[in-house]
Nanobody
């Protein structure tokens, strides 16, 4: 079992930055890929980014490429999402999730078995 807790959300002006953290506890965290997902009001949850268990591979949805960076520190059991040049359309609840699947990079929710509760990110225009 892996427990995930997100933090770092908040209110920021458009063009600003936030760094989200995903803290893990439980089973060996370094064995899992981690994805970030977001859900805006009235919309389906969508894949944002993912990072392999080693941190050597990262994947992003097109809308955040060049603005968001996912990283991890397995010694600290943590994954981060650095979000720069934020836009109003980035407003959502952001959740991290752990995956033991080889297909984690596709962003399919069914490949992720462990989920955090989420943290709210609000970007004012």
């Amino acid at each position: 079992q892996v427990q995930l807790v997100e933090s770092g959300g908040g209110l920021v002006q458009a063009g600003g930055s936030l760094r989200l953290s995903c803290a893990a506890s439980g089973r060996t965290f370094s064995h899992y890929a981690v994805g970030w997902f977001r859900q805006a009001p009235g919309k389906e949850r969508e894949f944002v980014a993912a990072i392999s268990w080693s941190g050597s591979s990262t994947y992003y949805v097109d809308s955040v490429k060049g603005r968001f960076t996912v990283s991890r520190d397995n010694a600290k059991n943590a994954v981060y999402l650095q979000m720069n040049t934020l836009k109003a359309e980035d407003t959502a609840v952001y959740s991290c999730a752990g995956s033991g699947s080889a297909y984690y990079y596709t962003g399919r929710e069914n490949d992720y078995g462990y989920w955090g509760q989420g943290t709210q990110v609000t970007v004012s225009s």
